[in-house]
């Protein structure tokens, strides 16, 4: 730990074996003070939220991914798809309130034609040109090629011709062939995961990233994920924010696993900032960690707890406790108590309202 605070101190690149010896530390306050000083030294005092909406259209998806308490079978009870005036429905219901970006993900649906997303997309895009349209994750961009048999770029420029503006980091779960051989062997390769991000920054279409972590992924393969993640965004800077994502294993094929804990979560962040050393922004998603552990993170890398999201169903099909929303002033209450500066900010971090004092 003491060589590894050398180099953090002294700015230098952590290696393979620095990230699994932080994973592997029982002194998380050590950890957290470390990430605590690239935060500062990266991204300032500030710490960003958006004022956003989610909408999952449909949870029908032909991967059922062990992990995943959100999909359903074509036919089943719960299975369900909306048409597309229910997603306007639900956007317009979310324009009134100052919404800056809409989120959309969902399941990749065998049935419904390419054309279902693409005019999605159009018509959210004619509602209000100026809201930011942040949707499919790199899975689903595979999906919809297999489905026109056309390559990812064709099927990215021309969603970013009908609007797309960025892409969410879904989908990334853990890397390693062996996990995605156990917990999501229908789904896209971590390999592929990272050729479509690739060609998405390089038509212009910026994205997060991810990880799906606490299941049965090992240490050493968590911190290959985020070093992998780190290569990427050496080639191409497209990466906007890094978000790990916490296992829920209630109602999954996971359910015998016991999950993440609080500790867990703030080293994983924590460690996230101090691997990352190229990415300005490390995301608490407080839908799955719970805004009271968000907050703390604060002091443990984090600079972005996501936002308002008003309407959240995949982490909440898992088992999730937390409120599916929440009001912008009190995102800002809980940034000002944790000793930061709340800024609101676009999807692309550029600053809408800095909240001072």
């Known amino acids: 730990m003491n060589a590894i605070e050398d180099k953090v101190r002294a700015g230098k690149r952590l290696s393979f074996e620095d990230g699994v010896a932080l994973l592997k530390s029982p002194d998380l306050l050590k950890v957290g003070e ?20 989610h909408i999952n259209h449909t ?11 959100f999909s359903a079978d074509e036919g089943a009870d719960d ?19 100052g919404i800056t970006e809409l989120h959309v993900v969902g399941g990749e ?3 419904l034609p390419y054309d279902y997303y693409l005019e999605m997309i159009r018509a959210l895009h004619d509602l209000d040109p100026g809201v930011h349209l942040q949707a499919f994750t790199a899975s689903e961009i595979a999906f919809f090629a297999r489905r026109t048999k056309r390559t990812e770029e064709a099927v990215l420029r021309e969603m970013k011709e009908a609007g797309l503006g960025s892409m969410p980091g879904g989908g990334a779960e853990i890397f390693a062939e062996r996990v995605r051989g156990i917990v999501c062997d229908k789904k896209i390769s971590g390999d592929k995961w990272l050729e479509v991000m690739r060609t998405a920054h390089k038509v212009g279409i910026k994205s997060n990233a991810t990880m799906l972590y606490g299941h049965v992924e090992t240490l050493e393969e968590r911190i290959d994920h985020l070093i992998r993640l780190r ?10 924010s890094f978000i790990p994502l916490a296992f829920h ?28 050393d190229n990415f300005q922004n490390i995301k608490a998603f407080w ?3 719970g805004i009271k552990l968000a907050q703390i993170s604060l002091h443990f890398g984090v600079n972005d707890i996501d936002g308002t999201v008003v309407e959240e169903k995949i982490t909440h099909a898992a088992g999730a406790e937390t409120e599916e929303a929440i009001a912008k002033d009190e995102l800002i209450r809980l940034i000002r108590v944790a000793g930061r500066v ?8 550029n600053v809408i309202r800095r909240y001072g004092e």
């Open 34 to 53: 470390l990430a605590d000083l690239a935060r500062r030294r990266t991204a300032g005092d500030d710490v960003f939220f958006i004022n956003n909406r």
């Open 59 to 69: 949870n029908v998806c032909g991967n059922r991914c062990k992990f995943c308490a």
């Open 79 to 97: 299975a369900y798809t909306m048409t597309l005036e229910e997603v306007l429905d639900r956007a317009r219901g979310s324009l009134a309130d």
């Open 109 to 111: 649906h065998p049935s």
């Open 231 to 240: 290569d990427l965004q050496d080639e191409t800077g497209g990466f906007g």
């Open 249 to 276: 294993p209630a109602n999954t094929e996971l359910e015998e696993l016991p999950g993440t804990s609080g500790i867990e979560d703030l080293k994983m962040l924590a460690v996230s900032r101090l691997m990352l």
């Open 287 to 289: 839908i799955m960690i």
């Open 342 to 349: 709340p800024v609101e900010r676009d999807t692309l971090y």
